[in-house]
């Protein structure tokens, strides 16, 4: 039986609440994104959700989403993965999410709420992301023969994680669907977008 790997995006920091690129940048989470954190831990907990281990990116706002949602639904205690780390941005960290189109076109693709920039200067490409993907999957798997494991990161390294999990194309995920902060997924299944649905949330 193989591991059950799910992924959970952290909660809103600073800079999503300013519309500002995160990428490597390290701001803490908000008061609704520790409120966010507070509610994931809940729905785990009322899904009856078991993990064996908790990896967190060692980005502040991930690794505090871990710690407060594992606290909640009594996880054990969060471990950093160096490889959950967020997509190196490049010139665009720290710019405003909104000059995405002026300063990146048209080597961008746009979803109803996101616009992705693929290759400025000095940015990791979504393949470098799905190749780091499946490296923490294989990481896990190699890890954990059985049981479930919760990895707590960030949108754009997430999707690819699913993407590589599912054996998808990278521009079919993008598009194909949101990932909202403190959102849990279950990446073990066949390539359908397993949401856990967590009733209280408001993101």
Request: hydrophobic share 35%.
């Amino acid at each position: 039986m193989s591991v059950e790997i799910f992924i959970a995006r952290h909660g809103q920091n600073e800079d999503n609440v300013n519309g500002i690129l995160n990428g490597h940048r390290d701001l803490p989470l908000t008061d609704l994104g520790r409120e966010q954190a507070q509610q994931l831990g809940e729905g785990i907990a009322q899904q009856g959700l078991q993990f064996d281990a908790v990896y967190s990116s060692p980005l502040r706002r991930a690794f505090e989403t871990a710690q407060i949602a594992a606290h909640v639904a009594d996880l054990p205690e969060p471990e950093v993965m160096p490889e959950l780390i967020e997509r190196d941005f490049g010139v665009m960290s720290g710019k405003p999410a909104s000059e995405i189109e002026a300063l990146c076109a048209p080597n961008i693709i746009k979803t109803d709420t996101i616009t992705y920039f693929l290759d400025p200067e000095g940015a990791e490409t979504f393949p470098q992301l799905v190749e780091r993907g499946q490296g923490i999957l294989d990481t896990v798997r190699s890890k954990h023969i059985g049981g479930k494991v919760l990895l707590v990161c960030h949108g754009d390294i997430g999707k690819m994680i699913y993407c590589a999990a599912t054996d998808s194309k990278w521009q079919d995920v993008l598009t194909g669907f949101h990932f909202g902060n403190c959102e849990l997924i279950d990446v073990s299944g066949t390539g359908d977008v397993h949401t856990i649905k967590l009733e209280q949330f408001n993101h």
